[in-house]
C-alpha cells in the first residue's frame, strides 16, 4: 500500500510533467496530443515512471522515444518546479491501459454473444 506522501508526491508530478511536455518542450517531430496519464514513484523517490498515451498523427513509440530524449530537459524543469531532497529519475513507459480495456471489452461481448447464442438451444 503506497503511502498518502507518495500518491500527493505522484499526482504532483503527473501535473508538472504534463505542463512541461505541453508547454514547454519544443519537438516538432511530435505531431500528436500528449497527456501524462499515471506516474509511479518508488518508495525512495529514486525513480518514477511516467505513463504517456497520445493522439495524433505520430505514432505513441516514437513520441515515447522523443520523450525519452528530453528526459533530461524534464527533469531539471521538475526540480525547479517541485521541491525535493531528491528528484526521481523519470522512465518514460507507453500506457497500454487502454488497448488492455479494449481488449478486455471484446472478450466480454464473446462470451455474451456465445452465452445468448446457447440459451436458444
Request: proline share 3%; hydrophobic share 35%; net charge neutral.
Amino acid at each position: 500500500m503506497k503511502s498518502v506522501r507518495i500518491e500527493r508526491i505522484n499526482s504532483e508530478l503527473q501535473k508538472v510533467i504534463n505542463y512541461i511536455i505541453d508547454n514547454e518542450l519544443r519537438d516538432p517531430q511530435i505531431d500528436a496530443m500528449i497527456s501524462v496519464t499515471n506516474v509511479d514513484t518508488t518508495p525512495d523517490l529514486a525513480y518514477a515512471r511516467v505513463y504517456l498515451t497520445s493522439i495524433g498523427k505520430t505514432p505513441i513509440d516514437e513520441v515515447v522515444n522523443r520523450i525519452k530524449g528530453a528526459g533530461g530537459f524534464i527533469r531539471k524543469e521538475v526540480s525547479k518546479r517541485i521541491k525535493l531532497r531528491l528528484t526521481p529519475r523519470l522512465e518514460f513507459i507507453k500506457d497500454t491501459s487502454e488497448e488492455y480495456g479494449n481488449k478486455i471489452d471484446n472478450i466480454l461481448k464473446t462470451i455474451k454473444y456465445t452465452t445468448e447464442e446457447g440459451d436458444d438451444e
